[in-house]
């Protein structure tokens, strides 16, 4: 039997995208392909888009709201100096925090099982189902706390037409005292009637607060380098009937070209990237909480390290030898007794000198600085020993990105 007769047939994006649609339980039809066309990308991601709206809740009160104009620039500071303007809420503020709560909690859903790149979060087939369920999760509480409030509307106005009317009387009091108003007896309680009435138009209706109340999430599915086979066997064939046959036709394909490179460069400084200042942060905590410790490894230090493996392990959806390597060393740090100060120090600062030159040859900025790695930076062992390591997602044969010298160098056939 030939090779041929062997092979597998090979699955387009749209059908790989079905696949993975089922393999983390959702629905198809929701699941799109982004095909940004690069060829080394080795494990499956998504890229995942989220939505959270609300209706206005919040207006500034003013000055015409009080009805008063100033004269001059002048009476309006120091009118605005003395009385209760600013941002002021059409709802009570717990219920405005509690709204605030649960769309936090939907990002931080994603922000922590997720990459940022330069497409946006993109989520580890392997976190996907714990994405979701927290999203999930999320979403359920915001529509209950939406729910809840409409249904007890008419308290909730009541609570913010009584906010009004304290803050319209407090305001009433302050510009008689400052003389914009004369004071007359019975005239405080409609000029204070007058503003809240002016407040209140501008609350919305229980209607309105819950069609504006919305939060979903797209998902995309970025096609592997095996899965465009078919692709790009239908893209090729589609490119040799209409040839460019212009100048300009020329210049743009040529354009589109280099606009791909700058993207993948992009997407592999940014996933990498971000990994590596993690693994730089945490070297730096734990180095520092090591100085403070007596030359001992603190057990926050110890939940800190194994939390960074559980991390890496649970995002890191291409193959890397030396992040592998680094682990397995911070892996067999946490689980050693009798452990020698100066080894230890010695792992953690070439394994956050590491991840700091790498940030560096990524162009990505070194927000943090830290004296326990700051002297090793410029190690030419170090510095030669990771040049010469693939930085990225690559090929076994073919490296896309080994150093920023050749970052840009890419090999796109």
């Known amino acids: 039997m030939t090779k041929q007769a062997l092979a597998k047939p090979v699955m387009g994006s749209r059908q790989a995208a ?44 003013t000055l015409s709201d009080l009805g008063i104009t100033a004269k001059d620039e002048a009476e309006s500071k120091a009118l605005t100096s003395v009385l209760s303007l600013g941002t002021r809420y059409l709802l009570p503020k717990r219920v405005i925090q509690e709204g605030t709560y649960w769309r936090n909690q939907f990002r931080q859903a994603l922000y922590r099982r997720s990459l940022k790149s330069h497409w946006g979060h993109i989520v580890p087939q392997q976190q996907y189902q714990a994405w979701k369920a927290a999203s999930e999760k999320a979403r359920a509480g915001y529509y209950s706390w939406a729910n809840e409030t409409v249904a007890s509307w008419a308290a909730l106005m009541a609570e913010v037409e009584a906010d009004y009317t304290a803050i319209g009387w407090r305001n009433y009091r302050v510009l008689c005292e400052q003389g914009v108003l004369e004071p007359k007896l019975g005239e405080g309680k409609p000029w ?6 002016r407040m209140m138009r501008q609350t919305i209706s229980a209607e309105q607060f819950m069609a504006e109340a919305k939060m979903w999430w797209d998902v995309g599915y970025i096609p592997l380098k095996s899965m465009l086979a078919t692709d790009e066997a239908e893209a ?71 939390n960074l493996i559980d991390s890496v392990n649970d995002l890191k959806f291409w193959d890397d030898d030396d992040l592998d390597a680094q682990m397995a060393s911070i892996r067999k740090l946490c689980n050693s007794k009798g452990r020698d100060e100066a080894e230890m120090r010695g792992v953690l600062r070439n394994i956050g000198t590491e991840a700091r030159v790498l940030m560096t040859e990524l162009e990505r900025p070194i927000e943090r600085q830290s004296r326990h790695l700051g002297d090793m930076v410029e190690d030419e062992a170090i510095v030669s020993n990771r040049s010469q390591r693939s930085l990225s997602v690559a090929d076994d044969d073919e490296p896309v990105v080994q150093s920023h010298r050749q970052a840009r160098r890419l090999v796109l056939a």
Request: glycine content about 4%; charged content about 30%; proline content about 2%.
């Open 236 to 306: 090729v064939h589609a490119q040799a009937l209409a040839q460019a046959k212009t100048e300009m036709e020329k210049d743009i394909l040529s354009d589109a070209k280099q606009q791909f490179e700058n993207g993948l460069f992009q997407f592999v400084s940014d996933v990498r990237g971000e990994i590596a200042e993690r693994v730089y942060n945490v070297m730096a905590d734990v180095l520092e909480a090591i100085e403070k410790n007596k030359g001992e490894l603190p057990r926050n230090s110890t939940k800190q390290l194994r």
């Open 18 to 61: 079905d696949a993975f649609a089922d393999s983390v339980g959702e629905d198809r039809q929701n699941v799109r392909v982004i095909d940004p066309k690069w060829k080394d990308l080795l494990g499956a991601v998504a890229l995942v888009e989220l939505h959270a709206e609300c209706a206005k809740v919040e207006t500034v009160l």
């Open 192 to 197: 204070v009637a007058a503003f809240v009435k």
